[in-house]
């Protein structure tokens, strides 16, 4: 990895670990105050999941190249996108192990390592930054699944935004 991609990298960690500690100054939800680690962590990965998720979507449709080359064709920014998600996966299991045991939160944690290993790939080497794109893709989905989470920690489930 280029010293540049490490900064990227470690910026990225920086950024996202900054959310949680802001997160506890401002009220949580009363029904979701018992978890409310959970409650950072999930609005801190909503963070993550709408700007690669959006960064990732844009990318391919603004450089289709790397979906016709996924190894070799890549714009610079794209680089970036994926060492700024290594980042986030990082400081999201620093997160998780901080407030859980690694008992509770093993299958997550093997997740992260498996995300980070894959991404770290494509950034120690520089290739394979494409199929990177590809799998950020997945991240539209977490968007949903990151607001039903928030929705069913604050008990509105009843609400029309959730059904």
Request: hydrophobic share 50%; charged share 10%; with cysteine.
């Amino acid at each position: 990895m280029a010293p540049w991609g490490l900064l990227v990298t470690g910026a990225s960690f920086a950024a996202f670990r900054g959310p949680h500690w802001g997160l506890q100054l401002l009220p949580t939800p009363e029904s979701a105050a018992r978890d409310g680690w959970k409650w950072r962590n999930i609005c801190v990965s909503l963070m993550h999941s709408l700007l690669s998720g959006a960064g990732a979507l844009l990318g391919l449709s603004l450089y289709p190249q790397m979906a016709s080359d996924p190894i070799h064709g890549h714009p610079p920014w794209a680089l970036i996108l994926a060492e700024m998600s290594v980042g986030y996966f990082l400081a999201d299991g620093v997160h998780m192990l901080w407030n859980q045991t690694l008992a509770q939160a093993w299958d997550l944690f093997c997740h992260h390592l498996v995300v980070v290993s894959c991404l770290s790939i494509a950034v120690w080497s520089g290739r394979y930054v494409g199929f990177s794109m590809v799998s950020l893709l997945l991240e539209l989905n977490s968007i949903c699944l990151h607001l039903r989470k928030l929705l069913l920690l604050s008990q509105q489930t009843s609400s029309l935004t959730f059904t």
